[in-house]
């Protein structure tokens, strides 16, 4: 499967963003598409996941109240809507699609997008 991440940028404090990955390529079946995010320094972190055709949803527990994963196969999007964004949000954000193990841990990931910066400032 191939991913596209949209709608990265700028934005102050409080502010909110939402993220679209489009999916291509072996959209069927029952997979998992999920967000993670990279700050400078640190490692790939895992944000949310959706699973693509129940719509279970997972998140970490900083952005529980905040974030929102939606989407799946009806669309082949899958969409990250953030609020109340905090300047610790600032990252490259990465979908990814297809994982093998516990979807947490960002090697267990077989597809990745190309990542879109979101930049909170203060």
């Known amino acids: 499967v191939q991913l596209a991440e949209s709608g990265g940028g700028l934005v102050q404090a409080g502010g909110s963003l939402r993220l679209s990955c489009a999916a291509s390529?072996?959209?069927?079946?029952?997979?998992?598409v999920g967000w993670f995010r990279q700050a400078p320094g640190k490692e790939r972190e895992f944000v949310a996941a959706?699973?693509?055709?129940?719509?279970?949803?997972y998140y970490t527990d900083s952005v529980k109240g905040r974030f929102t994963i939606s989407g799946g196969n009806a669309e082949n999007t899958v969409y990250l809507e953030m609020t109340s964004l905090k300047p610790e949000d600032t990252a490259v954000y990465y979908c990814?699609?297809?994982?093998?193990?516990?979807?947490?841990?960002?090697?267990?990931?077989?597809?990745w997008g190309q990542g879109t910066q979101v930049t909170v400032s203060s």
């Open positions: 990814a699609a297809d994982p093998r193990g516990n979807i947490r841990r960002y090697p267990n990931w077989n597809s």
């Open positions: 390529g072996r959209t069927s079946g029952d997979y998992f």
């Open positions: 959706i699973n693509w055709s129940g719509g279970n949803t």
